[in-house]
């Protein structure tokens, strides 16, 4: 990866030591500089990321560090390194000295800012391929409402961790490993919390597992178990203790920026889909879908074989309810399949080639997997409403909608 601008290392008059890694792993030219004038060397630099040297700011100039890195395009990232205070979402926590790693965190230091270069590469390539151009920055992502963070636990600390964690983001729990793996392979995670219940057997075989398989690898992971021996190839691995406020302190700037990232790569699909894919859900537009729609009946009713529609209603009062489920079905579904989420809150979905049965096995696979909320319990705000129907001879694109919705309208009262 080509690096795009200097590294801007803050720090009081001393050297920190962490700048000498930068050095050897060649990430130059790095430019030093005071609190003071950190601000200031932001706009005058034009850095590719800010590591800041915490352990003696003060929150005031931290403050307004991290607000001057939050207003440039493309995403500048910001690492405070042993930070003692509280501080912006948009500031990334780095804690040098962790039992897991017994090189210092050097290595680790630099793994975590190669991750974070390149969701700021990835957001200077959208910016430059977007028509017309179009702001977009990390601070237009709400971990609230964009991000779902899993959560696996069951020791005494679990509830307190779900109750902080679902204050600020969206929450999948988990109580064992095997239900976390599950949701790992069909959900969209934007970051992982694993929290007390495990032996540090079973800890080290699922961060191993992480390590391999290159869809998790760049995670947020934060892990409250403080007796870890191996190193792990994980950029964002953090391991502090099971206060949940320092949990949230630790995981939310980069469940953050994972969240930012992800959105990225689907608005990257919606340009190279000519804008027929919507960047927030991964589905198709209602413009797209509606041609397509209409188009798929026509060509089974020439040519023969099966069509079915199933429309899935969510919570209107749980408006993120829906984009989960979007999400959710855009995964999973087959590659035959299309769908979009509508403006009354619901997500319909065409089933190519296939009958009213097959389709109602297909939409209740779907629907179980949107059950699961933070307590690794069902929730009847996640868990949508589902009716199917299926193409008759005579049928138009309208009276198929038609008819789905009044299935909709009877199963509802």
Not at 181 to 196: F, P, S
Request: charged share 20%; aromatic share 4%.
């Amino acid at each position: 990866m080509s690096q795009q601008g200097p590294i801007l290392v803050v720090s009081t008059a001393r050297r920190p030591s962490f700048a000498a890694t930068l050095d050897l792993a060649k990430l130059f030219p790095v430019v030093e500089t005071e609190w003071a004038d950190a601000v200031r060397a932001v706009e005058q630099v034009q850095p590719a990321a800010v590591l800041a040297d915490t352990s003696d700011a003060d929150a005031a100039g931290l403050a307004e560090l991290a607000a001057r890195a939050a207003a440039r395009q493309p995403y500048l990232p910001l690492i405070a390194v042993d930070p003692r205070l509280p501080h912006p979402d948009n500031v990334i926590s780095f804690f040098q000295t962790q039992t897991s790693q017994p090189q210092g965190g050097s290595d680790r230091l630099v793994a975590r800012l190669r991750a974070a270069l390149r969701v700021r590469s990835l957001h200077a390539t959208v910016m430059r391929r977007l028509v017309p151009a179009t702001s977009m920055a990390l601070s237009h992502i709400d971990p609230a409402r964009d991000a779902t963070v899993l959560l696996i636990g069951r020791g005494g600390a679990y509830p307190t961790l779900s109750v902080a964690l679902g204050e600020r983001t969206g929450v999948v729990g988990a109580l064992s490993i095997e239900a976390a793996a599950k949701h790992l392979n069909v959900r969209d995670i934007d970051g992982i919390v694993l929290g007390e219940g495990f032996s540090p057997r079973v800890v080290d075989a699922f961060l191993t597992v992480l390590t391999e398989d290159a869809r998790f690898r760049n995670l947020p992971v934060v892990v409250t178990a403080n007796d870890l021996a191996p190193a792990y190839d994980l950029p964002n691995l953090e391991i502090v203790s099971d206060d949940a406020t320092l949990v949230v302190a630790a995981a939310l700037p980069l469940i953050r920026q994972h969240a930012f990232e992800v959105h990225l790569s689907r608005t990257l699909k919606a340009i190279d889909a000519d804008g027929l894919i919507d960047a927030r859900t991964g589905l198709l537009t209602r413009d797209a879908f509606e041609r397509d729609f209409a188009s798929a009946i026509y060509q089974t009713q020439q040519r023969g074989g099966g069509l079915s529609v199933a429309r899935f209603a969510f919570d209107p009062e749980h408006p993120r309810a829906q984009v989960d489920g979007a999400r959710i079905i855009s995964r999973l579904m087959r590659q035959m399949d299309f769908g979009a989420a509508q403006q009354d809150g619901s997500v319909v979905v065409v089933f190519a080639e296939t009958d009213l049965k097959t389709a109602h096995t297909i939409a209740r696979r779907l629907s179980s997997v949107m059950r699961h909320t933070s307590h690794g319990t069902r929730d009847a705000r996640s868990e949508p409403a589902v009716t199917v129907a299926t193409l008759l001879p005579n049928d138009s694109a309208k009276s198929l909608r038609s008819r789905l919705q009044e299935e909709a309208h009877r199963a509802a009262s």
